[in-house]
């Protein structure tokens, strides 16, 4: 059903056809103000979106905007080399930088929910220079040296890994 909302039930200057289920809905528009304010917070969305000079979270007025979230240095996705099925699941990684050792694994939770689960992710925020190890019972380790993870402008900037595990001879 259409009905017609004359300005003087809503301040419009004419009147807007509006679809309407029930008749006894009532409904006003003001598209003045709203789209006004609308349109405004759109501009600022985009603005925000695309990184338009603001102030980071440090407070600095240097351009960048950055934010308080923490992004993984190195992500690792684990698969089986032979059928190329993910096998992050049961899989332990340790991320090593000198005498600093980090172990990666998926909880029992996340595993039993998402039997195929691919990846898990470390050095959360930190650069450097790294060697990588995946462990998984029945399958060689996996190992990677020398894995560089770059400070950038705000985070580090993830380096993504594929350890492709061999079965045990």
């Not at 096998?87 to 005498?99: K, L, N, P, Q, V």
């Not at 190890?133 to 993504?160: F, I, L, N, R, S």
Request: glycine content about 10%.
């Amino acid at each position: 059903m259409r009905i017609r909302v004359s300005p003087g039930q809503t301040g419009l200057r004419r009147p807007y056809p509006i679809a309407v289920p029930d008749p006894s809905t009532r409904i006003a528009l003001s598209p003045g103000p709203v789209r006004s304010v609308g349109i405004l917070l759109s501009g600022v969305l985009v603005a925000f979106l695309l990184g338009c000079p603001f102030k980071s979270d440090d407070g600095n007025d240097d351009g960048l905007n950055c934010t308080f979230e923490a992004r993984a240095g190195i992500n690792l996705q684990v698969r089986d080399a032979t059928t190329g099925a993910p096998a992050a699941c049961g899989a332990t990684g340790e991320i090593r930088e000198g005498d600093l050792v980090e172990l990666v694994t998926l909880s029992e939770t996340r595993c039993a929910t998402f039997p195929d689960s691919l990846s898990f992710a470390g050095a959360w925020e930190r650069a450097g220079t790294y060697t990588v190890v995946v462990k998984k019972p029945g399958y060689q380790d996996w190992v990677k040296e020398e894995v560089v993870v770059m400070e950038g402008a705000c985070h580090v900037q993830t380096v993504t890994l594929q350890a492709n595990l061999e079965p045990e001879p």
